[in-house]
C-alpha cells in the first residue's frame, strides 16, 4: 500500500512537469529546495560532528587543524564548483587532483590522530 502511494506521488509531480505550463520550473524549484535541504543536512552533519569530538581536535598540533580545516575546505570547494570544473579536461584533471590531495590531508590527519 506504501509502495502504490510512493508510485502515485511520483507520477503527480511527473504529470505536473508534463502537462502544466511552466511546469520545468516549477520542477526546478523543487530540485533547488531538495538541494539546499541536503546542503543544510551535511553542514549540520559536520557542525554535529565538530561538536561530539571538539576536544580531539582541539588537542590536534596547530599543523594537523590546518591540514584538516584546509583538506576540508578544498573538498567543499571542489563540491561547489564541480558543474565549472568538470566541462573541460583540465579542469577534470585539476578536480581529480585537488580533491586527491585534500583527501589523503584529511586520511593522514585522523591516522595521526589515532596514533597519538
Known amino acids: 500500500m506504501q509502495a502504490a502511494r510512493n508510485i502515485a506521488i511520483i507520477a503527480l509531480l511527473a504529470l505536473v512537469v508534463a502537462a ?3 511546469g520545468g520550473n516549477l520542477a526546478n524549484g523543487i530540485l533547488a529546495v531538495i538541494s539546499i535541504g541536503f546542503l543544510v543536512a551535511i553542514g549540520a552533519t559536520g ?3 565538530y561538536r561530539d569530538n571538539r576536544l580531539g581536535y582541539m588537542a590536534l598540533p596547530e599543523q594537523s587543524r590546518w591540514l584538516l580545516v ?3 575546505g578544498a573538498i ?3 563540491i ?3 558543474d565549472e570544473l568538470l566541462d573541460s579536461a583540465a579542469g577534470f584533471l585539476v578536480w581529480i587532483g585537488v580533491l586527491g590531495l585534500s583527501g589523503f590531508a584529511v586520511f593522514r590527519v585522523v591516522t ?3 596514533k597519538l
Open 20 to 22: 502544466v505550463p511552466g
Open 47 to 49: 557542525y554535529f560532528l
Open 70 to 72: 584546509g583538506g576540508l
Open 76 to 78: 567543499v570547494l571542489m
Open 80 to 82: 561547489a564548483g564541480a
Open 112 to 114: 595521526e590522530a589515532r
